[in-house]
């Protein structure tokens, strides 16, 4: 399963948190800490996995990827595949692209809620819901129609 | 920003605050604190556009400022309910952000998302399921269970998929969901739409992975998909949940290692590659076909230039790491090749591999090669490779070791490592080593003196640990050293004053038992050679070798001792029998007298009477100003020694302020043989040997008579509250309790008169009397009762390890010495349990087993009837056919494939006989009863069937309660 998905900034800003299995704000505030002094001490060239044991829970993992100036982190437990959340870290971040056509993190700021829709129907309470990139973007299309028609 | 009457009309959106707290001056808690106070007023508005919005900033500042936004809960459920999908998105985001189990108005949104899941807009429905996913509790899951179950056959495609994964939290909220449900979710196994199918695999993967046995009957399901999938997210949770599917069931594994090779071998995939890899390793280890290709994909994997595969590949090698050794062996220049990897997972998981090959043939290529690693690695890392050869090594009792000698040297290389963090564990093994390995302790000596001798080592704060066991082998086993005068050189050297305390005491220490062994030494060696009546000659020929071996050491070593020796086995015959006597294997103390007498030998060559005087000079020189030491432990142990030196000097008549004249010397030799006395007598209390101790030494103890360890100690009360004494009353009125308390005890004042009547009371819980109360002499008295007993006792455990007598240097690199071994010492370092974790018996498990028995039930309900119908007819094929489920009865294979699987099965049904706790059901009982019979129709032939069915029934109930589901029979033939 996946327990959370984050998005931070290189300066350990987080921009977007999301969390599947219920934690504290407090603690929440405590591993996203942790994880960005993980993620800071790790080189370009290192893999895109990490130990998360001591953060989240015992076979915790961190898949993450780095790009520009975020890293997009999955916490994700022994049921997940490590290379298959990270080709999902992927359709994520395309359709991010798509939607705000070059995303940047200023993208991500502003609109924390429309990247919670996207990311909503990729992952639905920690399961992987839908990998195509194009039937997320339908989908999505279709949720900012129904917002704006008022 | 405006005035304040402008700010009521406009309020801030999500934009401005966000744009605020960017470029805000006022320091971002206080921004977020005034932008908070502005929501709270928002958040109360009439109008919803208004309160949304301040929800939405609220939603905004919980996620990325971990702000409590709990008080706007109802707020929130207000939003949620709005008409409006934009307004609406808004509530759902906040409630599936910010509530939780706790949150009180969970109790109002029931019907709420009752509503909303049964929208007529997918997308409404998509809101509510998602929200469900994430805020189920078992009130919500248990009423809302028919909105899903029905969504469930919804025509819409997004309704069917969420409806489908969010069954999952309902089951793990309302585990009764399962009985109304799981049927429904096996059918959306056969869903038209590829995504539902994954919806429900996901489900189903995450259930077994927690408990596998309940979905063994879905694995042709499960094989089916997998056989026609095209999709790698759905082909890689089925061969996951086939990694957990086959250790429960071996025949399905058999029948699985094929396909998922052919997944292997076809898909360009790696994700799913590495999947079937690890499913490989994890449940299919038996199938040599399957690992050697499992493992030869992997050895693609970890040649590759992405370290994510590089990493992936090492990990899942480990589980390989005992079954199929020669997986890592075959790899193993891969493996070590990670080693300087530059990402220290890498290097780690590599570590860990390496580590785990390690043998007594390869250890030593093995921690040459770690030890070169170390010396060139970030201080990190290298203490990992540290760590590793230190548990490695030392793993058991030194169990991987044959050469010690090696061993010794690795761990000075260790110890002088700039980055080492691990002196701690040094330190314990050199001593522990000197302790247990006697054959060793001459090379161990030799590391220590080079330690000990390096001044720069003095300077780095993390060797002073191993530096403190360095200078205690050197102290302890110095009638194994060659030059004495040197060691006591290096513990007195200037720069020891860097050392912190602790290690400065021991150091001082070890100095005052060199500086008594070699003294001693050279007194026994003057004194036999003074009785033969040979002193001049001897005493030239002491002169002449020392001043050589002190100049030259090495060279004359050999040259010295062929002189001398036999000199003195001439002179001194109880050298001779002392050694004979060690080959006796003589008790601890004597042994030690042996191996000093034959070390006297050696070394007396090489002490003269002139390096005793130089000796006891340096030791006056250096110690001396030790004596204003402002730590108490380095001052005692100084004056101590100082003490010693100067009764030694007393008796043998020497003044330091003429040392050099030879006239001296000759004072000195002449009364050797009162110091000798008193030097033995020292002597004799350093060399009673230390041993290693057992864990378990406390367990054989005898308890002494009359010690009372059982009685509970409640009745004791407090002392000072003395509740029922019957004279106390009478006695205070009368100001009499002190005075008729002192008689009993010598002590007086209140608290110890009340401790004298707390002792008259519970007289069982104190010592003897005498032993209380009187002189120190009286308090040992019952100790040293049992003290013979104990040590004679500790002795023997001692002696049941002790090494066989060797030459005086083990043979190099041969047979490996003996190391002392308690006979009940327990290995200090735990090995990774190889035990599985067990299984837990959760509610959702037996519930769902119970709903697919249900659907098989009817099945077997009728091959029941048949297996009855047969049973009368007493032909044995006919019968034994018939014990088959249903499918197998028709299936029209040839009697060749039925006698492989009637095989397979009889073999499985003793198996199971014998391991499962779970048979019960009639089912079970009537297929394992005919397969049983195939086994043994012969010894039962004379019994009808009907008659063993009874038998059968009747010892199940008594061996296994009822209700139990069988364990392997639902798995249908299809798959066997």
Redesign the interface.
């Known amino acids: 399963?996946i327990n959370a998905v984050l998005v931070m900034n290189t300066q350990g800003?987080?921009?977007?948190?999301?969390f599947?299995k219920?934690v504290?704000?407090?603690k929440?505030?405590e591993i996203i800490r942790a994880i960005y002094a993980v993620l800071s001490s790790?080189?370009e060239?290192?893999?895109?996995?990490?130990?998360a044991s001591n953060i989240s829970g015992s076979d915790n993992k961190l898949v993450y990827k780095h790009f520009a100036t975020l890293y997009f982190i999955f916490v994700v437990d022994?049921?997940e595949?490590?290379?298959?959340i990270?080709?999902l870290i992927q359709v994520f971040v395309e359709t991010l692209d798509r939607i705000f056509k070059n995303v940047c993190e200023l993208d991500i700021?502003?609109n924390?809620?429309k990247v919670?829709?996207v990311l909503?129907e990729i992952v639905?309470?920690?399961?992987?819901?839908?990998?195509n990139s194009a039937?997320v973007m339908k989908?999505v299309q279709?949720?900012f129609k129904?917002?704006?028609?008022? | 920003m405006g005035s304040s009457v402008m700010e009521s009309f406009f309020q801030r959106s999500?934009?401005d605050l966000?744009k605020g707290l960017?470029v805000q001056v006022i320091g971002e808690a206080r921004y977020v604190a005034k932008a908070l106070e502005e929501t709270r007023k928002e958040i109360k508005s009439t109008d919803l556009h208004t309160k949304a919005v301040a929800v939405?900033k609220l939603t905004?500042l919980?996620?990325?400022q971990?702000?409590?936004i709990s008080w706007a809960a109802f707020h929130v459920v207000e939003v949620m309910s709005s008409s409006?999908?934009?307004f609406k998105?808004?509530g759902y985001?906040a409630a599936s952000?910010s509530f939780?189990?706790g949150t009180e108005v969970l109790l109002l949104i029931t019907n709420l998302l009752r509503k909303d899941l049964g929208s007529k807009?997918e997308?409404e429905a998509?809101l509510a399921?998602?929200c469900l996913?994430?805020?189920a509790t078992p009130d919500l899951a248990r009423d809302l269970t028919p909105e899903v179950f029905t969504m469930l056959t919804s025509s819409r495609l997004?309704v069917r998929?969420?409806a489908t994964?969010?069954l999952?939290?309902v089951f793990s909220k309302y585990p009764d969901a399962i009985r109304i449900a799981f049927k429904r979710l096996v059918e959306k196994l056969e869903d038209s739409d590829t995504?539902v199918v994954g919806?429900a695999v996901?489900?189903l993967?995450?259930l077994a992975?927690s408990d596998p046995k309940p979905y063994l009957p879905l694995a042709p399901e499960f094989y089916r998909l997998l056989a026609n999938s095209s999709?790698?997210?759905l082909s890689?949770k089925l061969v996951?949940i086939f990694g957990v599917l086959c250790p429960v069931e071996p025949r399905l594994a058999r029948k699985i290692a094929e396909p998922i090779c052919e997944q292997m071998r076809k898909t360009g995939a790696?994700?799913l590659v590495?999947?079937c890899i690890r499913t490989v390793t994890l449940g299919l280890s038996e199938h040599a076909g399957a690992v050697e290709l499992a493992v030869e994909k992997l050895k693609e994997f970890m040649a590759e230039e992405?370290?994510?595969l590089?990493?992936?590949g090492l990990q899942s090698l480990s589980p390989l790491m005992s079954s199929h050794p020669w997986a890592l062996t075959e790899n193993k220049l891969l493996i070590v090749r990670c080693l300087k990897d530059?990402?220290?997972?890498?290097q780690v998981e590599s570590l860990r591999l390496i580590t785990g090959m390690v043998s007594e043939d390869n250890v030593i290529e093995t921690v040459e090669i770690l030890l070169q690693y170390a010396r060139s690695s970030e201080p990190v890392f290298c203490n990992e490779l540290i760590s590793a050869i230190l548990s490695t090594c030392s793993k058991g009792i030194y169990d991987l070791i044959t050469d010690f000698t090696w061993y010794v040297q690795v761990l000075g290389a260790i110890a002088r490592l700039p980055n080492c963090e691990h002196e701690a564990e040094v330190e314990r093994q050199l001593v522990d080593i000197g302790l247990r390995v006697k054959s060793v302790r001459g090379d161990l000596l030799k590391v220590c003196r080079e330690l000990l001798m390096d001044p720069a080592l003095l300077d780095h704060a993390h060797l002073h640990k191993a530096l403190s066991a360095a200078a205690w082998v050197v102290g302890e086993f110095a009638e194994v050293a060659h030059d004495p005068f040197q060691l006591i050189e290096a513990l007195l050297q200037p720069r020891t004053k860097l050392l912190p305390a602790s290690v400065h005491a021991v150091y001082l220490q070890s100095v005052l038992k060199i500086f008594v062994f070699s003294t001693h030494t050279w007194v026994r060696g003057f004194v036999s050679t003074g009785d033969q009546g040979g002193t001049a000659v001897v005493e030239e020929e002491f002169e002449k070798n020392s001043r050589e071996g002190v100049k030259d050491q090495e060279e004359n070593l050999s040259g010295s001792a062929g002189i001398s020796s036999p000199v003195f086995h001439d002179l001194n015959p109880n050298s001779e029998e002392r050694i004979d006597n060690r080959q006796h294997k003589k008790p601890m103390v004597e042994d030690k007298e042996g191996t000093c007498a034959e070390s006297n030998v050696h070394l007396a060559t090489r002490i003269s009477s002139r390096l005793i005087l130089e000796m006891m000079e340096l030791i006056r020189v250096n110690v001396s100003p030790l004596l204003n030491s402002v730590e108490m432990e380095v001052q005692e142990r100084a004056s101590n020694l100082l003490g010693l030196l100067k009764k030694v000097q007393e008796i043998l008549g020497v003044r330091n302020d003429k040392l050099h004249e030879p006239m001296d010397i000759h004072t000195m030799e002449q009364h050797s043989s009162t110091a000798a006395n008193v030097l033995a007598g020292i002597q004799s209390i350093f060399s009673v040997e230390p041993g290693p101790v057992s864990l378990l030494a406390q367990s054989k103890v005898t308890v002494p008579k009359g010690l009372d360890l059982v009685s509970s100690l409640d009745e004791l009360g407090h002392p000072s509250y003395v509740d029922d004494d019957p004279g106390t009353e009478k006695d205070w009125e009368d100001g009499r309790f002190f005075l008729k308390k002192s008689r009993d005890g010598s002590i007086s004042g209140e608290t110890s008169s009340l401790l004298a009547l707390h002792r008259e009371k519970h007289v069982t819980f104190y010592l003897p009397n005498q032993a209380y109360f009187g002189d120190s002499n009286d308090l040992s008295q019952p100790l040293q009762e049992d003290a013979p007993m104990l040590s004679d006792r500790l002795a023997d455990s001692l002696m049941l390890a002790e090494p066989k007598p060797q030459g005086s240097k083990p043979p190099q690199a041969k047979a490996r010495p003996v190391v002392i071994r308690l006979e009940d010492e327990q290995e200090p370092f735990d090995h990774p349990s190889k035990s599985r974790k067990g299984l837990k018996v959760d509610i959702l498990s037996t519930t769902i087993r119970e709903v697919l028995m249900e659907n098989k039930t009817k099945s077997w309900a009728t091959s029941n009837r048949r297996d009855a119908r047969a049973s009368t007819s007493k032909h044995h094929r006919r019968s034994h056919r018939s014990a088959k489920s249903k499918k197998h009865e028709r299936n029209e294979h040839g009697d060749v494939v039925q006698a492989l699987d009637e095989t397979i099965m009889s073999r499985d049904a003793i198996e199971d006989d014998v391991n499962s706790p779970q048979i019960g059901k009639a089912e079970k009982r009537s297929d394992a009863s005919s397969r049983r019979h195939s086994k043994h129709s012969k010894n039962h032939a004379q019994l009808t069937r009907e008659n063993r069915e009874g038998m059968r029934y009747s010892r199940q109930r008594a061996r296994s309660p009822l209700n139990i589901q069988p364990e392997v029979a639902i798995i249908p033939d299809f798959l066997l």
């Open positions: 399963m800003k987080p921009r977007l948190t999301k599947y219920q504290p704000v407090e929440q505030q790790r080189g060239n290192y893999c895109n996995f990490a130990d022994g049921a595949s490590e290379l298959a990270l080709d700021v502003y924390f809620n919670h829709t909503d639905m309470g920690g399961q992987v819901v839908e990998t039937d989908a279709d949720i129904l917002e704006r028609a008022v | 999500l934009d966000v960017r939405q905004y919980h996620m990325l971990g702000l409590d409006k999908f934009c998105k808004i985001l952000q939780h189990e807009n997308y998509g399921l998602d996913s994430r805020i997004y998929k969420k994964l969010v999952l939290k995504q919806a996901t489900v993967c995450e992975i999709n790698n997210w890689i996951k790696k994700s590495f999947e992405d370290p994510n590089r990493y992936l530059a990402d220290p997972s890498i």
